[in-house]
């Protein structure tokens, strides 16, 4: 795998426990919307520690962005990610596959798993052709909701939320339920994108099928 050692650009605050990260981007590194990579911080102590992290700008900017999901009581990579500043440095690595768009659909995303559906949904609005897609955007409490501004004003009444701890007057209030889906799919729904914890999307997965959609229609993170 080959590495890459760049500096911190920017950090931006997107919620309470997420953040943004713009760093330098290596000559030549191209993605696809939907991909991802491994990032690590550059000291001794932390560089051989990995975790995978999809980007969430487009590919033809001149940097690279990350929305990343703090969890201060795992004491892991993002922990020590919130502790950084601009100047300091990351690890990348080799750009693999996560989820690719096949055409017009149904999002489904649980929390910070709407990262990768971020860039897709970016480079959609930059090519006139967000139409026709919709996103189903499950998490905890609003100000859980990641973008929330941003996604309302690419996808309007296409951008479906649910609120699982909280009961907020905007948005549907509980978990996704087959009844929730049938009352937000449609006949013409083709593509299914899904990301999420395990056992949401395993949830999910059961109650699409429910619906008569098959496993062939559902694209999943790898």
């Known amino acids: 795998m ?3 050692a760049v500096k911190i650009i920017g950090i931006k605050k997107i919620t309470h426990d997420v953040r943004q990260f713009r760093v330098e981007k290596p000559e030549g590194y191209s993605f696809i919307p939907g991909q991802a990579t491994s990032v690590s911080v550059n000291t001794p102590e ?3 520690k990995r975790r995978p992290f999809t980007f969430t700008g487009l590919e033809n ?3 690279l962005e990350f929305i990343i999901k703090i969890y201060p009581s795992h004491k892991g990579v993002t922990a020590e990610l ?4 601009a100047g300091d440095e990351l690890i990348i690595g080799n750009v693999w596959g996560a989820i690719s768009y096949k055409g017009a659909g149904v999002f489904i995303a649980g929390g910070a798993g709407i990262t990768p559906f971020i860039a ?3 480079h959609l609005r930059a090519e006139g052709a967000l139409e026709g897609n919709k996103l189903i955007f499950a998490n905890r409490t609003r100000a859980d909701i990641i973008l929330e501004s941003e996604l309302k004003e690419m996808l309007g ?4 939320n649910i609120l699982s701890e909280e009961e907020e007057g905007e948005y549907a209030s509980g978990f996704i339920t087959g009844e ?3 009352a ?3 006949s013409d729904d083709r593509n299914f994108y899904l990301c999420g914890p395990p056992p949401m999307m395993d949830s999910v997965k059961g109650h699409l099928s429910d619906l008569g959609i098959g496993e062939n229609a559902i694209t999943l993170e790898l």
């Open 82 to 85: 919130e502790k950084l500043k």
């Open 184 to 186: 937000n799919v449609t």
């Open 180 to 182: 929730f889906l049938r």
């Open 157 to 160: 009444d296409a951008f479906i």
């Open 61 to 63: 900017d001149p940097f």
């Open 2 to 4: 080959k590495e890459h």
């Open 46 to 48: 932390l560089r051989k």
């Open 120 to 122: 897709i949904f970016r």
